[in-house]
T-cell receptor, first 111, second 114 residues
């Protein structure tokens, strides 16, 4: 069975501060891991993905995530938050043809 | 490519009415997924198709829900009869073949059942 836990349904940071969104997963097989972003009234857009290879994955808009197998984590980070980063972020784990999404973390960026 | 196209974007209907949501996947993608998003339950997988064939419909909540994919470029999700608890945003997503284990989502259909 596979599942995803996102710690913190709401995260608030100041503009320019570090963004850290936490994701832990469980998977009985080597996982594919994803981060998606959802802006209001829009669908989910892929930020980045881990399939195999390098454990530090860089995505769009300056985001990156590190796959840590020993910790079963795939936390999302960005060194400096921008107002345009305010959105909801979803971590997902997938293998074969099923993708399981976390409950989402809403990121608020304060000026 | 125009991406995954969903219609309607918004639907308001009364309890008991039939609702049909439509999806056009990305050309060449051979997997299509229907998800439902609510505040209470987050993103739930309802059903997915491979090469137009339903593979797993275990997430379909009850018999009032049905989904079809008559060809590679079109799928429908139907609710009959609709109930207020069906109010949600319904997303369609598609995925390419080998080497493309990434879902591409449509913009969603927001359903409100009064």
């Amino acid at each position: 069975a596979q599942s995803v836990t996102q710690l913190g349904s709401h995260v608030s940071v100041s503009e320019g501060a570090l963004v850290l969104l936490r994701c832990n997963y469980s998977s009985s097989v080597p996982p594919y891991l994803f981060w998606y972003v959802q802006y209001p009234n829009q669908g989910l857009q892929l930020l980045l993905k881990y399939t195999t290879g390098a454990t530090l994955v860089k995505g769009i808009n300056g985001f990156e995530a590190e796959f840590k197998k020993s910790e079963t984590s795939f936390h999302l980070t960005k060194p400096s938050a921008h107002m345009s980063d305010a959105a909801e972020y979803f971590c997902a784990v997938g293998s074969f043809n099923k993708f399981y999404f976390g409950s989402g973390t809403k990121l608020n960026v304060k000026p | 490519d125009a991406g995954v196209i969903q219609s309607p974007r918004h639907e308001v209907t009364e309890m008991g009415q039939e609702v049909t949501l439509r999806c056009k996947p990305i050309s060449g993608h051979d997997y299509l997924f229907w998800y439902r998003q609510t505040m209470m339950r987050g993103l739930e997988l309802l059903i997915y198709f491979n090469n137009n064939v339903p593979i797993d419909d275990s997430g379909m909540p009850e018999d009032r829900f049905s989904a079809k994919m008559p060809n590679a470029s079109f799928s429908t999700l139907k609710i009959q009869p609709s109930e207020p608890r069906d109010s949600a945003v319904y997303f369609c997503a598609s995925r390419g073949g080998s080497g493309a284990n990434v879902l591409t989502f449509g913009a969603g259909s927001r359903l409100t059942v009064l």
